[in-house]
């Protein structure tokens, strides 16, 4: 599972910034991101944001990318660029589930 | 006269449903072109097709049970996030593939969040829920829609193994077993209060899987359903990989109600997509 390791706090602000980055257009955030924790390994307590070149293609609001959106590069920055992103075991942010 | 008759007709699109209207109204202010004809190629008439399906609901008496229709078919992920009934938007999360005619998770991260709480929406005792699954998911023990909430679970899931796939669960952790099914088709479950019916609707036929009596079990989670996955408490887990090509919230229109319902949505994806329901 490819994507972003951050902060808790950068995290939220990634997720925050994407909903208004639509809102502030007069969509609705049809599309987001959201953190999964990170429960175990070395990168325990931070925040895994999925991103991979899925993310870069998908068609959205009239056509556009995600990397059509001008705020597309203040947060990759804030992530560390493309380069930054890691392949993770999606088993280090699933929680144990109560209804299996 | 030539001129007023074919203005009049024209301006009316003959007909269409103003429910209808304004879905598809919603789904184009957001696609390439603003043009639902463009993005259904396979479509002959989708307005009409649309159009025709709110109709057959609102003829039978089933709109007004209907709190949420999505329909994630246009390869578009702010068209294929409108609901049909409120026109509201749920949001797509994470790795999902957006294809013509369905959505696929990968069955990891991707899961698309309706809008509203479920507890809004139905209660416990009074659902009919169920996606449209064109592609099976490879994946045990996993949602393609769920909200769960302390001890309450919603959810149709996977089974026991990939090739014999979907499961449900309603009502308790303890009272979550049931039946299993093939995981391609219309697959619904349906809870009255007393009895749950689960159901698989193929191409060829439309199969009561399973059908047993359960407790009463309260109110139904104040967090919004997740579709491709389970929203616990906004933590969001048991992903699945299956191709979605739609998916509902609806009261409990009783079994014949709710058999004509998955009928006419077979016909609604079938037309617009140009696919065959596995």
Redesign the interface.
């Known amino acids: 599972?490819i994507?972003f390791i951050a902060s808790p706090e950068t995290s939220a602000a990634i997720t925050a910034a994407v909903e208004l980055a639509q809102t502030s257009r007069g969509?609705?955030?049809?599309?987001?991101?959201?953190g999964?924790e990170i429960l175990s390994g070395p990168n325990a307590g931070q925040y895994f944001l999925?991103f991979?070149d899925?993310?870069l293609t998908?068609?959205?609001?009239?056509?556009t990318r995600i990397p059509d959106y001008p705020e597309f590069t203040s947060l990759l920055a804030m992530l560390g660029g493309l380069e930054a992103r890691v392949d993770i075991d999606?088993s280090l942010?699933?929680?144990p589930?109560?209804?299996? | 006269m030539q001129y007023s008759l074919s203005n009049r007709l024209s301006s009316n699109v003959s007909g269409i449903d103003p429910d209808a209207r304004a879905y598809i109204a919603a789904v184009e202010a957001?696609?390439?072109?603003n043009s639902i004809e463009t993005a259904l190629p396979n479509a002959s008439n989708p307005k009409r097709i649309i159009s025709d399906f709110i109709k057959a609901e609102k003829g039978a008496s089933r709109w007004a049970l209907h709190k949420r229709i999505y329909l994630p078919i246009y390869?578009?992920?702010?068209a294929s996030?409108v609901d049909m009934v409120s026109r509201?938007?749920?949001?797509?999360?994470?790795?999902?593939?957006?294809a013509a005619g369905y959505v696929q998770g990968?069955g990891?991260?991707?899961y698309f969040?309706t809008n509203g709480n479920a507890s809004s929406h139905i209660t416990e005792n009074n659902l009919f829920i169920g996606t449209l699954h064109n592609i099976q998911t490879t994946l045990i023990?996993r949602a393609t829609i769920g909200v769960?909430s302390g001890?309450t679970?919603i959810?149709l899931q996977s089974g026991s193994a990939a090739t014999v796939n979907v499961g449900i669960?309603v009502g308790t952790?303890t009272a979550?077993a049931s039946g299993f099914v093939g995981s391609t088709g219309i697959i619904s479950v349906a809870f009255d209060g007393s009895t749950r019916r689960l159901k698989r609707r193929t191409s060829s036929s439309n199969a009561l899987l399973a059908s047993n009596t359960i407790a009463s079990a309260g109110l139904a989670p104040a967090f919004p359903f997740a579709i491709m996955a389970?929203n616990?408490g906004l933590?969001?887990?048991?992903y699945s990989n299956a191709g979605i090509g739609a998916s509902w919230i609806s009261d409990d229109g009783g079994d014949t109600q709710n058999d004509l319902f998955t009928a006419n949505l077979k016909t609604l994806w079938e037309s617009l997509t140009g696919l065959t329901l596995p």
């Open positions: 599972m994507g969509l609705a955030p049809y599309i987001g991101i959201r999964m999925p991979d899925l993310a998908t068609p959205l609001h009239g056509g999606p942010v699933t929680p589930s109560q209804f299996d | 957001v696609l390439p072109g390869n578009n992920a702010a996030a509201t938007s749920g949001t797509f999360f994470g790795g999902v593939t957006h990968d990891s991260s991707g969040l023990f769960g001890t679970n959810a669960g952790a979550a389970r616990n933590v969001f887990d048991i």
